[in-house]
């Protein structure tokens, strides 16, 4: 393993091997409110707008400037892919500039390839010490800077083309034998793969057991390669067609029972090292009620996300994570407002993919033709929500949309802060000027202020008259389409 850092270690009972561990703890659920995280002691919630993935297996691409970058625009977090997946330059989903498709020759993967025959082929059965140095490096300088990372195992492979360079594919291994149809490949049905895939994913917990600043997500997208449809959300409750954007799929039971053995790997792995990290599952696009979630899973996470994920999945007590955002045009206003809507709704984890961010522009000035946005003003506007996300008490807040009793022509989404008040966020849905009516308690008084999500430019409103009737009611006008509410409680019932 590479000991990087000042820690203790603890010798092993076989030879001179070490394990190292900090003196800190592993990033953790919020013991008085699991919906948030705890770091270094500190409640913390999750918002950035990052990279395509490569950063550690695209080997042409500057972590070190990237991962500075982040910190020092306030973002708190960053997700990578592990190497048992990548893409093809050219033929990846309309990107220009991918992180994730670097040359071939740029490749960093955690088994050593060589070319047999005219083919690329990966020796399983070998550690590739200059990605596990890589590897080490990014994350002890993630660390450092104070950036979570979400480390991805796996990854669904979307077409025949990923699947014929892909390095779990028999004809890529060394020694590979047989055929697999690439939709077994994450099921327990993959043959000699899942002995392979479960000694992969057990290097990779015990090389960076060491570090705190990190959880595992199982695999990215698994609806995509084993969807079982749930529900139409174009309003035709139907559940079939071609169109991705109108509907939700869910992993199918074979996938779920591969994913689970991946997590028991991790959990069996860990129970013999001195840290335990937290695990992620990756549950559907846009907005789902998860059926079952497994006692491993800590964080559930979505894609392209709506706010009805948070508040339909609050029950659970887990992180609700959006952690991909995109296909959804360039511009910043509709990825800060799905941020925005998303985290005063309960969620803990917010991912903006950023493809301002490629090689040659690590410090995410980049002008890229890709599905999604990304821009430093996006992520000044992310720091801002930030910011306001840590100004409250993350021991004590919870969504409350039921609080809101009217905002004609505006959307709103509500959190209580538990101490009386209210942070609510407002979007424009046909007037910029109205009025919010929202419950409060008799014999109170409320001061209020507001604050523009673009700048953080804060205002004080008048404040209330003494509560009679159980509700206040305040005139809203909209900046640039949106707002923030703060409201406070200035004096309670005696």
Request: aromatic content about 12%.
């Amino acid at each position: 393993m590479y000991c990087l850092k000042v820690l203790a270690c603890v010798v092993l009972a076989f030879g001179s091997q070490f394990t190292c561990f900090s003196q800190n703890k592993p990033i953790k659920l919020l013991p008085e409110n699991p919906h948030y995280f705890e770091y270094k002691g500190k409640p913390l919630a999750l918002i950035t707008s990052a990279e395509h993935y490569g950063a550690v297996l695209n080997a042409d691409f500057d972590y070190e400037k990237y991962l500075r970058t982040l910190h020092e625009e306030g973002m708190n977090y960053t997700r990578i892919f592990m190497g048992s997946y990548f893409e093809i330059p050219s033929k990846s989903f309309s990107i220009k500039q991918n992180t994730l498709a670097p040359n071939i020759n740029k490749v960093l993967t955690p088994w050593l390839s060589k070319t047999e025959n005219g083919t690329l082929k990966y020796d399983w059965s070998t550690t590739n010490l200059a990605y596990y140095e890589r590897l080490a490096k990014f994350m002890k300088l993630a660390e450092e800077l104070d950036i979570i990372i979400e480390v991805t195992l796996f990854s669904s492979i979307y077409n025949d083309d990923h699947w014929v360079m892909n390095p779990q594919n028999p004809k890529n291994r060394v020694g590979g034998k047989n055929t697999l149809d690439r939709k077994l490949v994450h099921t327990l049905e993959n043959g000699a793969l899942l002995e392979l895939q479960k000694d992969y994913v057990s290097k990779l917990v015990k090389e960076l057991n060491e570090f705190d600043n990190f959880f595992f997500e199982i695999q990215n997208e698994p609806w995509s390669d084993r969807p079982t449809a749930a529900v139409n959300i174009a309003n035709t409750y139907a559940l079939d067609g071609p169109n991705w954007q109108v509907k939700v799929d869910l992993a199918d039971d074979k996938s779920l029972e591969w994913q689970d053995e991946i997590a028991k790997t991790i959990v069996n792995t860990e129970a013999t090292l001195p840290q335990k990290h937290l695990i992620a599952q990756n549950y559907s696009n846009f907005k789902a009620p998860i059926p079952t979630v497994s006692e491993h899973i800590s964080i559930l996470n979505f894609h392209y996300n709506w706010p009805e994920s948070a508040t339909w999945n609050y029950h659970y007590n887990k992180v609700i994570g959006f952690d991909e955002s995109g296909f959804a045009g360039s511009e910043d206003m509709v990825y800060r407002r799905q941020a925005w809507a998303f985290m005063l709704s309960g969620g803990g984890l917010f991912n903006n993919l950023d493809y301002s961010f490629f090689v040659g522009k690590e410090d995410g000035t980049g002008d890229n033709e890709a599905p999604g946005g990304g821009s430093t003003t996006l992520r000044k506007e992310l720091k801002i929500l930030s910011d306001f996300i840590h100004s409250l008490n993350l021991n004590q807040v919870r969504p409350s949309n039921e609080s809101v009793i009217g905002s004609p022509g505006m959307l709103s989404f509500t959190l209580k802060d538990g101490s009386g008040g209210y942070a609510i966020y407002l979007v424009e849905a046909g007037k910029s000027e109205s009025t919010i009516t929202i419950e409060a308690s008799n014999g109170t008084i409320y001061t209020f202020e507001t604050m523009n999500t673009r700048t953080g430019e804060i205002n004080n409103l008048p404040a209330s008259s003494l509560v009679t009737n159980g509700k206040i009611t305040i005139p809203i006008t909209l900046q640039n389409g949106e707002l923030v509410l703060r409201v406070h409680l200035a004096m309670a019932r005696k």
